[in-house]
């Protein structure tokens, strides 16, 4: 079982990396909320969402999703 959730883990913080890197943000941050329910907040995937925002500039409502997400 502790394999399975470790896979589980590493796959969504591949696809969080995939989804920075090809602009999809909104995706990003949605999956990032899903990732906190189950593996709990991860500093190293806000800071990934920070670069990402801060690199591509999206629209006001996923820097306001983003907000929602880090204050949580």
């Known amino acids: 079982m502790q394999r399975h959730v470790m896979q589980r883990r590493q796959r969504q913080l591949d696809e969080l990396h995939d989804l920075c890197r090809s602009g999809r943000l909104a995706r ?4 990032a909320f899903e990732h906190f ?10 800071d990934l969402l920070s670069d990402a925002i801060a690199r591509l500039d999206p629209a006001p409502s996923v820097r306001q ?6 204050s949580a």
């Open 28 to 31: 990003a941050i949605d999956l």
């Open 37 to 46: 329910a189950v593996f709990g907040r991860e500093d190293e995937i806000v």
């Open 65 to 70: 999703r983003f907000a929602e997400l880090t």
